[in-house]
């Protein structure tokens, strides 16, 4: 089963921020030989190397705590919750399919979420 979802992530844009062990020796032979395509970003930008994603996430998760009147000792299970969230959410890049479906190849079924903060019950 891993080997299969590796193989579909690798079908999506890899992209690197120009780091030394990416581009040169061993692990670029690894992406050669299998047909990877690497992508790279501008060199210390972090806007386009991933810290963009980091800081879309952390606000969210602010965001969650703060309209739920949640304490920040939370923080932890909001960047989680923003995290699962994100990874159901359509993206441009990958045609407007989550990543969630490129990965397990079908639409997830979200009609049981609820609202972050919201009263539950444990049974």
């Avoid at 690497?38 to 991933?50: F, K, Q, W």
């Avoid at 359509?90 to 979420?113: H, V």
């Amino acid at each position: 089963m891993y080997l299969e979802e590796f193989q579909v992530l690798m079908r999506a844009p890899h992209v690197s921020d120009n780091t030394h062990e990416l581009l040169m020796g061993k692990m670029r032979e690894i992406c050669e030989g299998d047909g990877i395509k690497l992508h790279t970003t501008v060199p210390y930008h972090p806007a386009s190397n991933g810290e963009a994603a980091i800081g879309v996430l952390t606000a969210a998760a602010h965001a969650m705590l703060h309209n739920a009147s949640l304490p920040e000792k939370l923080w932890a299970e909001a960047f989680s919750i923003a995290t699962y969230l994100h990874n159901r959410t359509s993206m441009r890049a990958l045609d407007g399919l989550t990543p969630f479906e490129l990965l397990y190849g079908m639409k997830l079924d979200i009609a049981d979420l609820q609202a972050f903060g919201a009263l539950c019950a444990i049974a």
